[in-house]
């Protein structure tokens, strides 16, 4: 089986998230980049079937050059090569359409990508990738396994889950659960030194057009200060969330 | 550019996110001066859907669509769409929505921006605001396609009823055999319960409730409050509570109208995944909590005084005010 995993080069939870050039653009000055959360999840899985099924596992990314110590931690991980398409992602159709490019050349029988990625959160890229390729699409996906061509995935549904059964190839849109965050890899020293003399191949962009663009940034406005309330006094909570708040 | 919306329901009945949309729709429809048509998928009295806004309503009826099937639901957006000569297509952010509305964007060669809160801040050129970087922050999106897809974020908007009623017409879409290649196995719901994705309250505890055996307290003001039950990730991750409970960054979103943490400090990530609720009200034993920061209403107090007693006074509120 040939593995697919999209990883999104994101900040890293705890930065602090400021914008520059007239808040037209993120600055990134100072931010940590790590692998997106929902593509380690992904990732993670990716490998497990690697070891115990027999898989070869290639990670993409859409990005500059500068995203690729977060391809080298994924190949670190255990991932067996990594692909940069050589551009900035402007837009999620004009990713969607680079990876498109990506799976049609590579022949990859499962895709595997976060079900967002938590800087923008468009949550359209796999879906996007899927619609394009004429692939079957999974989101929200928690659980996958595949016997021979045979999917058989768990996906979360507003107030549950579902079990859906479907062949390859197929994109999964993938969250927390695919595996348990106790199994999350932690590159060690002979991943990191293997690392480096896995292939990690640069790939110029394919033409396509760009229907998004993120024209203005604008942090939330301060918040008034919390209203301390007695414990002893929970009728004036009651009173705030009837009267002021409205909410009950 | 007329406006089409895609209203979801549930056993024939329409959601609340499909009143919201409609809401929506109809102020940008007024704005564009265009109409709203509604798709709908096996809905049997669309007449609700007059009140708040929408002008008319194509009724797809399938057995084939009673399971819902993201790629053949896209095409049955996608269709509509095109018959309507669609220019704007409002989709809402439930997990069924957001799986399909990719794929319409695709179908219609269309721009898509997810987690729209607020109406377009132009509509020439289309500019939507939405949130991004986990709720830290938002971005002003354009969308230059000719058609534009958007997903409205719950609760953003609110309802409105609007005076008119809704024409409505049989839509048969053509379904395509390819688009029924992923099957459905079983479907395992909470029944019973208000789920977090349609609650408009939410309760969650977290470490400070000390054992989940403690976590009686907390369905008890659930139930008073007619909200759904959350946690934090800790909780989740030692086991006290189901991982479906996980709220925050990699958990579920909460965006209700009322969120009451309770026994929890208030990590960044969990901050980061309720933070689109609109009232927060913390109680915890430390007055340094972060979480108090971002709240609306704290008390520093022990749960274990103040859950008991909050229970029995919103019993009597509610007894007031029934």
Known sequence: ?248 | MSVLIYAESAEGKFKKVALELASYAKKVADSLGTTVTAVTVNASDVSELGKYGVDKVLKVSSDKLNTFNAKAYADVIKQAAQKEGAKLVVLSSSTDSLYAAPAVAIGLNAGFASNVIALPESTAPFVVKRTGFSNKAFNFTEISSDVKVIALGKNSFGLVEASGAATAEDFAPSLNDADFSLKVEGVEKVSGKVTIADADVVVSGGRGMKGPENWGMLEDLAEVLGAALACSKPVSDVGWRSHEEHVGQTGKPVAANLYIAVGISGAIQHIAGVNSSKVKVVINTDPEAPFFKVADYGIVGDAFQVLPQLVEKLKEFKAKNA
């Open chain 1, 1 to 248: 089986m040939k593995i697919l995993v999209c990883i999104s080069h994101v900040p890293d939870t705890t930065s602090k998230i400021n914008f520059t050039n007239g808040d037209a653009e993120f600055d990134t000055n100072g931010v940590q980049f790590v692998i997106n959360a929902n593509d380690e999840y992904a990732l993670t899985r990716a490998i497990w079937f690697k070891e115990k099924q027999g898989a070869t596992v290639t990670v993409v990314n859409v990005g500059g050059a500068d995203t690729e110590p977060t391809l080298r931690k994924a190949l670190a991980i255990g991932a067996d090569e990594a692909i940069r398409v050589n551009a900035v992602p402007t837009d999620g159709l004009f990713v969607a359409k680079q990876l498109a490019e990506v799976v049609k050349n590579g022949g990859y029988d499962l895709v595997l990508a976060g079900k967002e990625s938590l800087d923008y959160n468009g949550g359209m890229v796999p879906g996007m990738l899927a619609a394009i390729l004429g692939y079957d699409f999974i989101n929200s996906c928690e659980g996958i396994e595949v016997d021979g061509t045979a999917v058989k995935a768990i996906r979360q549904i507003d107030g549950g889950k579902e079990t859906i059964s479907g062949k390859l190839p197929v994109v999964i849109g993938g969250q927390k659960g695919l595996v348990d965050e106790k199994d999350l890899r932690i590159p060690n020293m002979r991943g990191i030194m293997a690392a480096r003399t896995k292939a990690l191949t640069v790939l110029e962009p394919v033409g396509a057009d760009v229907a998004t663009k993120a024209v203005k940034f604008e942090k939330p406005a301060a918040k008034s200060a919390c209203k301390m309330i007695a414990p002893d006094n929970l009728d004036e909570l009651i009173n705030l969330l009837h009267n002021e708040a409205k909410v009950i």
